[in-house]
């Protein structure tokens, strides 16, 4: 074979298995770097920069100890590795996007996702509709005055607009998740991104449909109608899966064999993807909602290895993906054939999508927290929750997969700034994360209650742990020594008071009383509130009470004196803070009753 020959001969089958090892090679090495990387990172908590910055910018290489990865794949002679390294749609919706997504549902929190729903569900929809046709409108302005000389219609304009409405902050939620960001914040950028993936690809699609056609009315209200049909239809989908997979789990024996069984329950999520695929729904919704339901019912039904086993293969699938797709993109800023660069173009489409996203975030947040205060409740998104909204507005992969749908005379210009924005989104958005926290005083450090959906869950956690799992409040409230009692005494680690009860929404109690018990093997109330919890408390100290009244009546007392008794005498308990100022709180015996008093209270008395 001729060493110059740029393509693999058919019968030369050798040779092109040994250069797609070589492709792969570079990946793997690149993805161990980053991952070294990350560890480093983690290991010195820096996070001033996360793991996948540098896995862009390990695929870039040209940033990183002078190695040119991607500038030496393309300047290589031949092109065989650089046609194995370029990116291609279906190997990243196919293979790279699912785990990412299966993830992000099935570790969802299920709790914070759906109270704030409402809010996810209008910025996802609403926002990025918005987003769509700012970004669409100001691309065709800027087309029309053509400094570049770009020829782009008003369809075009628009796909591009909703192929660049697609945010991705997966650098933004790793760093939220490691600083235990504030749960309501989390919990509305983590949905919006997922659902807006959804959104924009159908979108996207829908956009297309219509190429060669007029835009009126009709057409119009046909693509909402559309778009709204696939989905709620792609949600349905998800959700028979997830409730399939749940009832197998329940009437088989598949708990005997936990590798079958976790292998059975992985590969039915992956089939709810390409199955709304082939039906042409959205298969990103579709995996989203499999992936909630199975946490929320079939995973109640696994053996304990294989709740261990589909975490796990979620979560270190998941992390790959993620790493390797901006490795993906950082050399494919060099490989791909068809880039044009248009330095102006790129700057301008960068302060496009910021003046989109403002557009979307603003508006939207000042309606929301109007509605708050009609219905009395607090704002549920201050100021610098709407501003870590906007910095969260990153471009990702999906909008580069989506940009190869482009066609038209200025298509490789289009496609190169696409990736270009995504690349400089993720530096500069993502590299400031941490650094825009502290400037907004976003609050950090909140631990949110544990919602693993099994009360036999393996993990084993100290006193501090099973009391953030019931009191979902970041710190506990200071403890009053003249509020003491026997309840508080007896009362536990917690002592706090015991709250009124409020009536849960309701399809928690449908699905507390109907749907856990038809699809679960065990039944467990997983959300009890902390009045049930205090109930089943106070029972308890009541019957406490009881027994030592009992036991006190029992004795003789003589002498006046010996009308009282320390604390400290009770079962040796010496609790801090009740005798944190040096002084003696006593259990005061009388009329047959018992109860607490503060020293300056036993003092005034007495005299």
Not at 91 to 118: A, D, M, Q
Not at 193 to 210: G, K
Request: hydrophobic share 45%.
């Amino acid at each position: 074979m001729d060493s110059n020959n740029a393509t693999v001969p058919d019968d030369q089958p050798m040779e092109e298995e040994m250069y797609s090892s070589w492709a792969l090679l570079i990946f793997l090495t690149l993805l161990m770097g980053a991952l070294w990387t990350s560890y480093f990172l983690q290991l010195r908590k820096i996070r001033a920069i996360h793991e996948t910055v540098i896995s862009i910018m390990a695929g870039k290489s040209h940033l990183t100890d002078s190695m040119v990865v991607g500038i030496a794949i393309k300047l290589a002679p031949g092109t065989i590795i650089q046609d194995m390294v370029k990116f291609k749609e279906g190997f990243f919706f196919n293979l790279l996007l699912p785990p990412i997504i299966l993830n992000s549902g099935y570790e969802l929190k299920r709790r914070n996702f759906f109270l704030n729903f409402g809010t996810i569900l209008i910025f996802a929809m609403v926002g990025t509709f918005i987003c769509a046709v700012v970004t669409g409108v100001l691309t065709f302005i800027y087309a029309l005055i053509n400094p570049e000389g770009l020829n782009i219609s008003f369809l075009d304009s628009m796909i591009f607009g909703s192929i660049l409405s697609a945010t991705d902050p997966v650098t933004i939620l790793a760093i939220f998740n490691q600083l235990h960001v504030d749960p309501q914040l989390f919990s509305i950028i983590s949905g919006e991104s997922l659902l807006n993936d959804a959104v924009a690809i159908v979108l996207s699609d829908t956009l297309r449909q219509f190429r060669g056609q007029e835009l009126h009315a009709v057409n119009i209200l046909k693509g909402i109608g559309l778009f709204l049909g696939v989905f709620w239809a792609s949600t349905l989908i998800g959700i028979l899966f997830g409730v399939f997979v749940a009832l197998i789990m329940k009437y088989s024996q598949l708990y005997r064999f936990p590798n079958i069984e976790a292998c059975i329950v992985l590969l039915m999520a992956y089939s709810s993807y390409f199955f709304s695929n082939a039906i042409q729904m959205s298969s990103i919704v579709t995996l989203l909602f499999t992936g909630i339901t199975l946490k929320h019912y079939a995973y109640d039904n696994l053996s304990l290895k294989s709740k261990q086993a589909t975490k796990s293969m979620c979560q270190i699938s998941s992390q790959l993906s993620e790493n390797f797709i901006f490795i993906y993109l950082g050399i494919n800023l060099f490989t791909q054939d068809d880039l044009d660069y248009k330095p102006l173009f790129i700057l301008v489409t960068f302060g496009f999508i910021c003046v989109a996203r403002y557009a979307s975030v603003a508006p939207i947040s000042t309606l929301i927290n109007a509605v708050c205060r009609a219905l009395g409740k607090p704002e549920q998104l201050p100021k610098n929750h709407q501003t870590m909204l906007f910095w969260a507005g990153l471009r990702g992969a999906v909008a580069f997969a989506l940009a190869s749908g482009i066609t038209g005379e200025s298509a490789p210009a289009m496609r190169t700034t696409i990736l270009a924005v995504v690349v400089l989104t993720v530096l500069l958005f993502g590299g400031t994360t941490s650094r825009m926290l502290q400037i907004l005083e976003v609050k950090t450090g909140v631990i949110e209650p544990d919602e693993s959906g099994s009360e036999d869950d393996e993990e084993e956690v100290d006193q501090t742990g099973k009391y953030n799992r019931l009191n979902t409040e970041s710190a506990p409230r200071p403890y009053n020594e003249n509020d003491v009692s026997i309840g508080s005494l007896l009362s536990g680690p917690i002592g706090e008071p015991i709250l009124e009860d409020r009536a849960p929404h309701w399809f928690v109690s449908f699905d507390e009383k109907w749907l856990k018990p038809a699809l679960t093997k065990k039944h467990t109330q997983r959300n009890q509130s902390l009045a049930d919890y205090w109930k089943e408390k106070r029972r308890k100290m009541e019957k406490a009470n009881r027994s030592m009244l009992d036991g006190i009546h029992s004795l003789r007392i003589d002498d006046e004196r010996n009308d009282t008794m320390t604390l400290n005498s009770v079962k040796g308990i010496n609790r801090p803070g009740i005798n944190s100022r040096g002084t003696s709180s006593n259990i005061v015996v009388g009329s047959g009753r018992m109860f607490g008093r503060s020293p300056s209270e036993r003092s005034s008395e007495e005299i």
